[in-house]
């Protein structure tokens, strides 16, 4: 950028100002290290005429010690935080995109906005990083009850390929700082707050469900939750008063009806009791409605919006960083929806699930009185079922083919009402998927998992024979469909209506995504459900 000089920072060169707040600014900023190593980040610091502010400094650092147990794909990264003479900093995540607010703002100037399937995939992926971060445990694995309480379209950021962010958890609090938080002191945007968060009363991840159920409600009317002066805005966030979206879309799904309205519940006790809740509700809506949600589409979408000005900031960013700099900062730069190799998708703590029935699963040790139960998993090659277990047993994904040779063996421990589980889960190898096992093999299982790759039309019928030698080897037993690589939505070759007839005659049917992680740990919780049915009904 003309008369910006580059600023040495520590291990960091600052390049140019991006952004700033009332409390910090932002900064593009280059990480150097040993051969050649480069990597283009953000950093965030205290405003100059502000360092010296000690509440400030001291929210700053439980913003950046918060931050470091927020690893996800759904939420902005931190690298690093520190001290350089006066100035604190946080080394972040550098993203390449718009926030929600400058996008839907650009819809409407070129009036083309948001369509229902890209709205639906934008509050989907806000909903998982959020319910990661309201599950988050501490390194001794106590909960720390993290709320974020500024959950706003600005706070959402968007990639240019289709990447969805929660950002800013700078007025976030966990659970251990409560106390620091007077009553009646309000923190967050007035048009996104709940009732109890407009009173400056305790809140807590319900507030940040209600914030969600009102960005949905604007992406989908056009309009915002409330309108009018500021006292009026506070007095309407108070009780709850909003137009119902019913009246202002016609023709509404009424499913999707149903969950902007309980999210936007006054009462909190009335509201989803977890972020998985809700999602669990907007993806059936999603398979309703046959959409095929996807980062591609909503990249897409977003070149439209900007599409003028893309190549101008590309420019400018080869301008302050080097020509070969695009390759250097990350999967924002690249093609939509790029191979990864293995990533967690939570950090250490409890995992989460939503069974049929909507409970909440907590992943517990395992003890020597906890109820066992044997799984199996199957599916013909390629189906992605050992992709599936790894990603329920490790948390992990990997592009990359794993074969499986005879009989694969994990183990899971789980909390279920109560109930401590030890799941040992039997994945059965291919090619053929009938007599890949033996009855004497099968006898022990408890239930199975039957894998259906929606990317190849023969895997459904390969689904129904595998069912059908099972019950002749071993008796009808608790089983899920679990509809696999769901994330490959040009793909789907599996029929919709075949899958919804096979629902009607009781396959509980689960769509899954080994490279996302959605629907994994459900399918294996539903089944888990369905088991504890069977053997105590």
């Not at 939750?225 to 008063?241: D, F, P, V, W």
């Not at 999603?286 to 900031?313: C, H, N, Q, T």
């Not at 690589?485 to 899954?512: F, H, M, N, P, Y």
Request: proline fraction near 5%; aromatic fraction near 8%; charge should be negative.
């Amino acid at each position: 950028m003309p008369g910006v000089t580059p600023k040495n920072f520590g291990k960091y060169l600052l390049l140019d100002p991006i952004g700033v707040g009332g409390m910090a600014e932002l900064f593009r900023a280059k990480m150097t290290g040993d051969e050649g190593f480069e990597k283009i980040i953000a950093i965030k610091k205290i405003l100059p005429h502000l360092v010296g502010e000690k509440n400030l400094i001291e929210a700053f650092i439980s913003e950046a010690r918060l931050a470091a147990f927020l690893q996800h794909d759904n939420i902005v990264r931190t690298y690093d935080f520190g001290r350089m003479g006066d100035d604190y900093f946080i080394a972040m995540e550098y993203l390449f995109g718009k926030n929600l607010r400058l996008a839907t703002d650009r819809a409407s100037e070129i009036s083309l906005p948001m369509s229902l399937v890209n709205v639906l995939f934008v509050i989907s992926q806000v909903l998982i990083g959020l319910e990661y971060a309201h599950e988050l445990s501490d390194f001794s694995g106590a909960p720390l009850g993290v709320v974020h309480r500024d959950i706003s379209p600005q706070n959402i950021f968007i990639t240019y390929n289709g990447q969805v962010k929660v950002i800013d958890f700078g007025v976030a609090k966990a659970k251990s700082q409560v106390n620091t938080t007077q009553y009646g002191v309000i923190k967050g945007k007035l048009a996104y707050m709940s009732p109890e968060q407009a009173y400056g009363a305790a809140v807590d991840h319900r507030s940040d469900i209600f914030a969600v159920g009102a960005i949905l409600y604007e992406l989908l009317s056009g309009q915002r939750l409330y309108s009018g002066e500021t006292m009026e805005i506070l007095e309407k966030a108070r009780n709850a008063q909003f137009t119902p979206l019913s009246d202002l879309v016609p023709g509404l799904h009424p499913k999707l009806g149903l969950v902007v309205k309980t999210a936007l519940a006054r009462d909190m006790s009335l509201r989803y009791d977890s972020c998985g809740l809700m999602l669990a509700d907007i993806e059936d809506v999603i398979w309703e409605l046959a959409f095929r949600p996807s980062s591609r589409g909503l990249a897409r979408y977003m070149k439209e919006l900007f599409g003028d000005v893309i190549p101008s900031e590309e420019a400018l960013l080869r301008d302050v960083m080097g020509a070969d700099s695009l390759s250097k900062i990350g999967p924002e730069f690249d093609e939509p929806e790029p191979e990864s190799d293995s990533r967690p998708l939570a950090a250490p703590g409890p995992e989460t699930a939503v069974t049929v029935k909507s409970r909440l699963i907590t992943k517990a040790p395992v003890i020597p009185s906890a109820i066992r139960k044997n799984i199996g998993i199957f599916g013909d090659v390629g189906a992605g079922k050992t992709s599936i277990l790894r990603r329920y047993t490790e948390n992990l994904f990997s592009g990359e083919y794993l074969p499986t040779v005879g009989v694969m063996v994990e183990k899971k421990p789980v909390n279920f009402e109560g109930k401590s589980l030890a799941l040992t889960l039997w994945d059965f190898s291919g090619p053929d998927p009938v007599h890949g096992f033996t009855p004497d093999k099968a006898k022990n299982l408890d239930g199975a998992i039957l894998v259906v790759d929606c990317t190849r039309a023969e895997s459904l019928q390969s689904a129904r024979m595998t069912k059908d030698a099972l019950d002749r080897a071993i008796g009808p037993k608790p089983f899920v469909c679990a509809v696999s690589k769901t994330d490959l939505t040009l793909q789907w070759a599996v029929e919709r209506k075949e899958l919804a007839e096979l629902e009607k005659s009781g396959w509980s049917i689960i769509r899954t995504s080994a490279k996302t992680g959605v629907g994994v740990t459900r399918a294996f919780m539903t089944l888990v459900e369905l088991i504890l049915q069977d053997q105590e009904g």
